[in-house]
């Protein structure tokens, strides 16, 4: 399969003279199409700046980002905007859904943004939201839904487009244990069944542990990569958590 992401030689510093923060120091990794990619580190690892930088939230100091064929680093204004609404899905831990619209208006929208075709919104929307098991919610406001449900919104919101890469920043942050197991069993079944590419991530080993490979950030630098092969979830699970014990405290705390 080719590549969706290749990340290379990428740094990202802040502050000036005396007081610089190497938040990235040559980190380089790439994701395959279909790939489902947890990314886990102590807090300050780079982990959320990492992020920030693929999804064009952030600029890198130096190194190369490209997504599907495009170099981000030299997209700038109108283009750069262009690429992302077509291109990326970003879930994050408080769902950002637009409070004035129902579940099915905030999921359409995204779909009107990129200027689909109106006899293919209606579809398009409740398709996802039946693979999502939100069907029953479509005409509720985010106020009249569970936690886990507006997650599974947020995420078809992300996911209706068919973007190339879907970007997931602590999506079961907020929720509780139940709503968690739901949201991270759908996302492995549009991994799975749909092929959609994901890049999470995530403080938690149990969310961590649905992925197919988990790399590891420490002091802005890569440490350790584990692929899942053939392991169950629990086996993979157990890797993981050896993985953090070496690592170190801080594994629960949010860069």
Avoid at 134 to 151: F, N, R, T, V, W
Avoid at 182 to 190: F, K, M, S
Avoid at 208 to 236: M, P, Q, W
């Amino acid at each position: 399969m080719s590549d969706i992401l290749t990340v290379t030689d990428l740094h990202r510093v802040y502050g000036k003279g005396g007081s610089l923060t190497r938040a990235l120091d040559g980190v380089s990794l790439s994701l395959e199409a279909g790939e489902f990619v947890g990314v886990m580190g102590p807090s300050g690892s780079g982990k959320t700046t990492l992020l920030n930088c693929v999804s064009t939230i952030d600029r890198p100091t130096s190194g190369s980002i490209v997504i599907d064929g495009k170099e981000l680093t030299r997209l700038k204004g109108k283009e750069l905007a262009k690429f992302r609404r077509e291109r990326l899905g970003f879930i994050f831990q408080d769902c950002n859904l637009l409070d004035t619209l129902t579940a099915y208006e905030n999921i359409a929208l995204s779909l009107s943004i990129v200027k689909a075709p109106a006899h293919k919104i209606d579809k398009r929307v409740r398709e996802m939201a039946d693979f999502l098991g939100i069907a029953d919610c479509l005409e509720k406001y985010p106020y009249q839904m569970s936690g886990g449900q507006q997650q599974r919104c947020a995420a078809a919101r992300a996911m209706v487009t068919r973007p190339a890469l879907v970007l997931a920043d602590e999506p079961t942050g907020a929720l509780d244990s139940k709503a968690s197991s739901l949201l991270l069993g759908r996302l492995e079944a549009l991994n799975r069944e749909l092929g959609t590419t994901i890049l999470m991530v995530t403080h938690d080993a149990f969310t961590a542990s649905c992925c197919r490979r988990v790399v590891f950030l420490r002091d802005g630098k890569l440490f350790l990569e584990l692929n899942r092969g053939g392991d169950d979830r629990k086996v993979f699970f157990q890797k993981i958590i050896r993985v953090v014990t070496e690592m170190g405290g801080g594994m629960a705390d949010v860069l």
